[in-house]
C-alpha cells in the first residue's frame, strides 16, 4: 500500500477469530531486508509471518539454514570493509533467488544467516536446489559474491607488490583460508506438527557439519565449532563441503483441511486503538497501539508537509527487534528517530552496549539459539537502566544503541558496571549456561565410553570454562560535539567501532574476552 507521503509499505493479513466469535482482518507491516530483498525474520511481523507460509506448507515443503562463511572476516579485514561483506550478502541472495527455480521463499534471519521455504516434497530435488546455490556461489565468476574475493586478492597482491614487507605477505597467507564465498547448509522438513524454530534449530545443526569441515580444509580452526581435528597444513580453496541429506519429520503429512472461515473480502479491518504515549520530544512521538486481536505495536508519529505545505500526519509502525523488547535500531524510521533524539539536548550521550563474547556463545551447543537468549537478557539490564526520557534501540548481532538524555560521559562507567551486574544474576543467563554444561557433560560421557581420551579431556576443560564464564557488555559513547548534527547513523556506528577496536588494541592478549 502507499503511505500519507507516497511509500510503498507491505503488509500481510491474517483472518482472526475474536472471543465473541466474531472474524475480524488483521494487518501487520512487513520489513522486507533492503540488501537482499529477503522477508527480514529479526522483525516480529517478518518472522510471523515467514512462520505462517511454513505452517501452510507444512507436509509439502522443506525448510533449509542457510549460513554465509567467513562474512565477518571480510567485514573487518577486507580492504572495502562493509561494503565488501555487504555485496557478499546480496552476493548470496541473488545466487538463492537465480538458482532457486521459483521455489523458494527467502528470510534473513541475522547477519550471516538465511532461511529457505522449498515448494519441493522430493528430498533429492531439495538437495540438488541447494547443490546447485552452492556451485553458482563458487564457480560464477561474475557473480557478486566471486567478486568481492577476486577484489580482494587483486588488492593484497598489489600491497605486497608495493611493499613487500612480513605484514602484506602474512595478509596473503592468511586470504588462502577464506579465498573463496562459500555456505554451510542444513535443510529438514516441515511436518504438520513440526515447531519452525526447532526445525531451524536442526538444520542449522546439519550446516554446522559444513563449517566445521570447510574450516579444516581451508587450513583454519574449526574448535570453536566443536572439532579438534587438525586443520590440512596446505589450504584446499576449491573445496566444497558435500550437502548433507535433508532430515526427515515423523508427521511429514498433508495438512487436513480445517473448518472453512469467512473469505477475506467478507471481513471487516480489526480495530486499533492508540494506548499510551511512550516518548514525546519536540514534534515527535512515539506510542503503543493494539488491535482487537490484542497485539501491540508501536508507531513514530511525525508531522509532515505535502508539495503545498500543508501539514499531513505522518505515523511508521517501528517494530521490536525479535524478543529484546527494544526498538530495532535498523528500521529506517528507527535511525532517523535515535539521531533526532540524541540530537534534541546538547548533553545527551549516544551509547553503544556491545555484547563482546556473543561470538563465542553461538557456537554453544545449542547455537545461535544461546545467543539470543543471551541477548535478551543484555535487553532486559540495558531497559532497567533507562529513565521514562531515555531511548533504547537493538541492532545487528551483538549491539545496542541508547540515546540517553542530559548524561554526562562520567557516568558512563556506573551505566556499563550495573548492567554487568544484572546480567551476572539474570535467570536466562544462568539457564543457559545450565544447559551448554549439561550438553558438554552427555558429549563428554560418550566420549569416554567411546574411548576418547583427548576428546573427554578437551570437554572437560570447557566445562570448567563455563564454571567461570560470564556474558560481558563494553560500552562506548558520543557527545554531540563529536558527532556532527547533519551526521546519519551509520557515520556515528562507524565512530563507535573506531573506538571499540581502539580499546580492543589497547588490551593485552590476556585481558581480552572470550
Known amino acids: 500500500v502507499k503511505n500519507s507521503e507516497g511509500k510503498s509499505v507491505l503488509y500481510y493479513q491474517t483472518k482472526e477469530q475474536l472471543s465473541d466469535g ?27 509471518l515467514f512462520e505462517s507460509i511454513a505452517q501452510e506448507k507444512a507436509g509439502k515443503a522443506y525448510v533449509a539454514f542457510v549460513d554465509v562463511g ?71 565468476t561474475k557473480g557478486e559474491g566471486k567478486l568481492v574475493f577476486r577484489e580482494e586478492k587483486i588488492q593484497r597482491a598489489k600491497d605486497y607488490k608495493a611493499n613487500p614487507s612480513q605484514e602484506n605477505l ?30 531451524l534449530v536442526r538444520a ?20 570453536k565449532y566443536g572439532s579438534d581435528a587438525i586443520p590440512r597444513a596446505q589450504p584446499r580453496p576449491m573445496y566444497r563441503a558435500e550437502i548433507p541429506e535433508p532430515q526427515t519429520s515423523s508427521s511429514w503429512a498433508l495438512k487436513k483441511s480445517e473448518k472453512s472461515s469467512p473469505s477475506f473480502a467478507d471481513l471487516r479491518d480489526a480495530a486499533v486503538s492508540r494506548k499510551e504515549e511512550v516518548l514525546r520530544f519536540k514534534e515527535v512521538s512515539v506510542a503503543r497501539y493494539q488491535d482487537e486481536v490484542g497485539r501491540d505495536s ?23 527487534r525479535g524478543k529484546t523488547g527494544l526498538l530495532d535500531g ?3 524510521e528507527s535511525q532517523k528517530l535515535v539521531m533526532e533524539h540524541f540530537h534534541s539536548a546538547s548533553d545527551n550521550l549516544l551509547v553503544m552496549p556491545k555484547l563482546s563474547n556473543l561470538r563465542y556463545i553461538n557456537y554453544f551447543e545449542s547455537g545461535s539459539k544461546a545467543g539470543d537468549h543471551m541477548l535478551e537478557a543484555v535487553s532486559a539490564a540495558v531497559k532497567k537502566q533507562m529513565r521514562s526520557d531515555d531511548m533504547g534501540f537493538k541492532l545487528g548481532g551483538a549491539d545496542f544503541l541508547m540515546s540517553l538524555s542530559h548524561t ?67 560500552f562506548q559513547a558520543l557527545t554531540n560535539k563529536e558527532v556532527d548534527s547533519s551526521a546519519s ?26
Open 70 to 140: 567467513s562474512l565477518g572476516a571480510v567485514n573487518k579485514t577486507f580492504a572495502a570493509g562493509t561494503a565488501a561483506g555487504d555485496r557478499y550478502i546480496k552476493g548470496v541472495a541473488d545466487t538463492i533467488v537465480l538458482k532457486g527455480q521459483g521455489k523458494v521463499t527467502l528470510s534473513r534471519l541475522g547477519g550471516d544467516e538465511f532461511g529457505m521455504i522449498i515448494d519441493e516434497t522430493d528430498p533429492q530435488k531439495v538437495k540438488a536446489i541447494l547443490e546447485s546455490i552452492q556451485k553458482e556461489l563458487r564457480l560464477n
Open 204 to 223: 542449522e545443526d546439519q550446516a554446522k557439519i559444513m563449517k566445521t569441515k570447510t574450516a579444516l580444509e581451508f587450513g583454519r580452526s574449526a574448535k
Open 330 to 332: 535498523q528500521h529506517p
Open 170 to 199: 602474512e595478509r596473503i597467507e592468511e586470504l588462502a583460508k577464506i579465498q573463496q564465498p562459500d555456505i554451510s547448509i542444513g535443510s529438514a522438513q516441515i511436518g504438520v506438527r513440526d515447531n519452525l524454530e526447532s526445525l
Open 22 to 48: 466474531t472474524w475480524v482482518k488483521a494487518s501487520r507491516e512487513v520489513q522486507l531486508d533492503p540488501l537482499s530483498g529477503a522477508i527480514d525474520a529479526n522483525f516480529p511481523a517478518g518472522r510471523a
Open 489 to 514: 547513523l551509520s557515520r556515528a556506528l562507524e565512530s563507535f567501532e573506531t573506538k571499540f577496536i581502539d580499546d580492543t588494541k589497547k588490551t593485552s592478549p590476556g585481558q581480552g574476552s572470550k
Open 408 to 474: 554526562s560521559p562520567n557516568k558512563l562507567a556506573s551505566i556499563e558496571k550495573r548492567v554487568n551486574q544484572e546480567l551476572s544474576k539474570s535467570p536466562t543467563v544462568k539457564q543457559v549456561i545450565r544447559e551448554e554444561t549439561e550438553a558438554l557433560r552427555i558429549r563428554r560421557t560418550t566420549a569416554l565410553k567411546a574411548g576418547d581420551k583427548s576428546a573427554a579431556e578437551e570437554l572437560a576443560r570447557k566445562i570448567k570454562e563455563l564454571q567461570s564464564f560470564k556474558p560481558q557488555v563494553s
Open 298 to 320: 508501536y508507531r513514530l508519529e511525525r508531522y509532515s508537509h505535502d508539495a503545498k505545505g500543508k501539514a499531513v500526519a505522518v505515523s511508521y509502525e517501528i517494530p521490536l
